[in-house]
């Protein structure tokens, strides 16, 4: 059975669908099978990320519409063999229930390794009841105070529904927006969300480049270093949380 990630944050932009198309790749790259399902109806850009707008035949349109089942609706990424992608409907009015998604979920569970749900923005029941189903959540955040203070809410919102398993990543993180005062900063952004760090992800230019291109990033580039460590962390492996920021 396949471990469930969702990826969410209280502010949009935060970086969760990168996130999601960098920890997928790396998993996928140490050897674990592994299937994003984008749940942001409307505003798809896994597959440009991806580099495969011209390969996506179905998406979760077609599956919630009863054309297809969804292990049949899945594409396989071509930057990757263990990577495979569920996108969102085009439309951001598709009808979709709670109940409908947890279903495909369960569907598609027993043929991969980990399932990472990329989410919308924002604190609204249906991204609960959806992530709730999750065996991780990942909440996103950036330094910014404002994404703090959105990624507290969100996160505490998920503690007073009873949900403890959450872990943090730090996305965008610059020695502009940080400064000299990196550690103290990062962990009173940490404290002031109240949920355990998984991964800093850099501030990376090559990263933007990269995922508007639909190429893989190169294999210097730092954000590419912090995804690594973070999937090797999902995979139970020791991986030191370094911070490299340019
Ligand atoms: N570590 C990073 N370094 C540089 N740019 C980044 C980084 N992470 C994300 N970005 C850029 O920030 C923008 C928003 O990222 P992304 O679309 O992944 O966020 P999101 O949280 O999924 O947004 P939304 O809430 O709209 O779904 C994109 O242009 C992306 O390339
Ligand atoms: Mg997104």
Excluded: W
């Excluded at 990168?18 to 409307?42: M, N, V």
């Excluded at 369960?106 to 923005?121: F, N, P, W």
């Excluded at 404002?146 to 998920?158: K, L, P, T, Y």
């Excluded at 103290?184 to 990376?204: F, H, Y």
């Amino acid at each position: 059975m396949s471990k469930m990630i969702a990826v969410t944050s209280g502010k949009g932009g935060t970086g969760k669908s990168s996130i999601c198309a960098g920890i997928g790749y790396t998993l996928a790259k140490q050897g674990s099978r592994t299937l994003i399902i984008e749940l942001d109806f409307g505003l798809r850009c896994i597959d440009i990320i991806f580099g495969m707008t011209n390969q996506i035949k179905y998406d979760l349109s077609d599956v919630l519409d009863g054309k297809i089942e969804a292990l049949d609706a899945v594409t396989r990424v071509p930057m990757a063999s263990n990577l495979f992608v569920l996108c969102a409907p085009k439309n951001p009015f598709q009808q979709v229930t709670v109940e409908q998604i947890i279903s495909i979920c369960r569907s598609v569970r027993k043929y991969y390794d980990y399932i990472i749900i990329d989410t919308g923005a924002g604190i609204n029941n249906h991204v609960f009841d959806i992530v709730e189903q999750a065996n991780l959540i990942l909440v996103v955040t950036t330094p910014d105070p404002i994404c703090v203070r959105d990624a507290q809410m969100m996160s505490d919102e998920f503690y007073a529904r009873g949900n403890r398993r959450q872990r943090l990543i730090i996305n965008k993180v610059s020695k502009k927006a940080i400064g000299a005062k990196l550690v103290r900063d990062l962990d009173e952004i940490i404290d002031t969300i109240g949920v355990q760090l998984i991964g800093v992800v850099p501030e990376d230019d090559q990263l933007l480049i990269s995922t508007s291109k639909g190429e893989p990033l190169p294999s210097n580039a730092p954000s590419l270093a912090a995804f690594d460590a973070i999937a090797k962390r999902l995979r139970g492996e020791n991986a030191p949380l370094t911070v490299k920021i340019g």
